[in-house]
């Protein structure tokens, strides 16, 4: 699986040359973003909610699904607001934190996601590796689209502090 940066706004998250899923912000600057699914004509948003804009959430119709907070470290902290509460790690390792992982309460990786650097367009294509029961979650493309908009947010809060 793949996501794709069509322009500073846009990303799309592919499969077999099939889209799943649009990832759009609604400004260059702005941190509010809207899931859109070929098939579904639901509302998701995907905001930063505190005074410090460390916690995140997801939205949709109004109701909120999940909700993330950044922990020390660069690690995030994902918490389903289903009717049966989930608890995810997301996490970076590698070389130069290349990698991200999201894992489970219990420590099993369910997702894994690299980011690449397309120099035709100066921008980040995201690439993914699924266990197989990950691929089987309900809503597993939720939680793909988050661990990209956190990425880019960890991304963004890097070149900050290495700027200033």
Same mark, same amino acid.
């Given at each position: 699986? %793949? ?137 597993? %493309? ?23």
């Amino acid at each position: 699986m %793949i996501a794709i940066t069509r322009s500073a706004k846009m990303i799309d998250f592919m499969q077999y040359e099939k889209t799943l899923a649009t990832l759009s912000y609604q400004g260059i600057f702005s941190w509010k973003a809207h899931v859109i699914l070929p098939d579904d004509s639901s509302d998701i948003l995907i905001s930063r909610v505190s005074i410090w804009k460390n916690i995140c959430t997801v939205k949709v119709d109004r109701q909120e699904i999940y909700s993330s907070r950044f922990l020390f470290f660069g690690k995030v902290r994902i918490e389903s607001k289903n009717d049966i509460p989930e608890i995810f790690l997301l996490k970076h390792k590698g070389f130069f934190f290349s990698k991200a992982v999201l894992v489970d309460k219990d420590g099993r990786e369910l997702a894994t996601m690299q980011r690449r650097f397309r120099w035709k367009g100066l921008k980040f294509d995201y690439h993914f590796e699924l266990s197989d029961a990950f691929k089987r979650r309900e809503g597993f %493309i939720l939680l793909l689209t988050l661990m990209v908009y956190l990425e880019r947010i960890r991304k963004k809060r890097r070149s900050r502090a290495m700027s200033s």
